[in-house]
């Protein structure tokens, strides 16, 4: 299929969820003129469009292949990330002081959309290094971030987040990577790094100079649990004093997993200090670890919630594109019998509605969220907060809708849907993973109603949810949804236990992020004037936020009926 890159919603989102004028005020983000804006949303749709789309099938069909602790990608891939990183793609949002552009991370957020749309298994490079200058910005030493931050940003070297191990799973306090002080020779002052950790990301690659790995271990007498984690820098080669690469250090790939999707984007088994010669440095404090892979996970999170809406416009498109060339049936009702296009069909466009109206409200949630981002990097508190609150909606219900929209694209091919040849296939099983990694979507959902929701006292949701029913007055889907939302929140603020907030975290989770989708999904109409835009925000507040508002019992319902059969009885 050809892609079309989504310029026009992208800048509309831009413009009005994310208020880019408003930040462009600023003399941090003077630079995002309206002209530059549409230049880069502009440039980076034309570059994925001719780079990395064209790659998307092949990265499926051949994948990246493992030999020997070496791991390649498919052909044509290493061509197009060195383009990528010529034309400073990556540096978009990276600080000026080691070579970014410093503009807003809502336009970073652009980038990685479209990229992803064009090819979701790939844009996962990026998207990982973007996390690692988070986390080297806000707990680096001047040291480790002049020698790592130039090369990051421009894309030449890429970084991973290394948490996960064989046995630990989601509880990262339960890992057993030690980092062992050296206290002489030539690595005086920093550790030998020792254990394996499986699900990493470009663990290993041949498209970038160097791999920058950040490594969650325990030093020698760290407390128990998440208190007692480290971070280290362990870079694949060695960094000299002049900047240069130099020995390859004490760490390898063992095997890259076979995988449902994603097949381009290679998960590495990572092994470190088979030989005890692995060296890294420490990130930030000892035992602090934890707080700072946050930083990284948290930016993470953003960019999977993303992915969710690139896979759901690469399924959308698939499917518009499908349903306007099949010819099948004459239209019910119709006097005329002449076999019609199935797009004409009621039952297929209800799914093509659906589909595109879950794809915009998703986008519009994407550019709210990273707006209040770019906000909170100005130092306005509040919307710190409110983005933080945003970022477990973002990441659950996004990537729950990209796996809707591309089943939902599926069932719009009919028969030739399962087929693999036609490609409607690969969207869902590359989107699949996204409401599993960065913390499975229960784990956002816990997220938001054990911590989250503690936020101001539980103000800082009561303010967002009276905010959208305030201003959603003429839309009384949207605003009787916040008023749900609110209500709900005060109950697990106040009544509620912590079995019965969790038994129903995600419901109210979809919700609340249905609430801030159809109320900028509504602001988005406003400032266009579009048809199409009006439509499709009319289907979603009579079709999608209904559903949502039916969810209210389940988020209420408590955790006794959860329990009603013991364990053995559920098994049985």
Known sequence: MTFTPPTADQLLAIRVSAGIDELAQSERFAAATPDLVEAIVEGIGAFAAGEWAPLHRAGDQIGAKWKDGEVTLPPGYVDAYKAFVEQGWNSIAGSTDFGGQGLPFTLATATLETLGAANM????????TVGAIEALEHHGNPEQKAVYLPKLISGEWSGTMNLTEPQAGSDVGALRTTATPVTEGPHAGKYLIKGTKIYITFGEHDAAENVVHLVLARTPGAPEGSRGISLFIVP???????????????????????????????????????????????????????????????????????????????????????ARDRVQSARAGSPDKSPVAIIEHPDVRRMLMRMRALTEGSRALLYYTAGQVDRGALGNEAAQKRAELLVPMLKAWGTDIGCEVASLGIQVHGGMGFIEETGAAQHLRDSRIAPIYEGTNGI????????????????????????????????????ALAKDAAAIGQWMSTTASLDDKLAGSVPFTTMCAVAVAGWQLARQSRASDLHSKIAVTKFFNRVIVPEARGLGSSAMAGAALLYDLDSEALAG
């Open 121 to 128: 298994g790939f844009t996962l490079l990026p998207m990982l």
């Open 236 to 322: 694949k080669f060695h960094v000299e004093q002049d900047g240069s690469i130099g020995a390859r250090n004490d760490v390898r790939c063992v095997s890259i997993e076979h995988k449902l999707g994603i097949h381009a984007s290679p998960t590495c088994v990572m092994s470190y200090g088979d030989n005890d010669e692995c060296v890294g440095e420490m990130v930030g404090h000892e035992n602090g670890g934890l707080r700072a892979m946050f930083t990284m996970m948290n930016s993470a999170r953003i960019n999977v919630g993303s992915q969710g809406v690139q896979i759901a416009e690469r399924a959308l498109q698939q499917a518009l594109g499908y």
């Open 444 to 479: 956002q959902a816990a997220d938001l109603v054990t911590r989250k929701l503690g936020y101001d006292n539980g103000g800082v949701l009561q303010a967002l949810m009276a905010e959208i029913a305030s201003e959603m007055e003429d839309v009384p889907e949207v605003a």
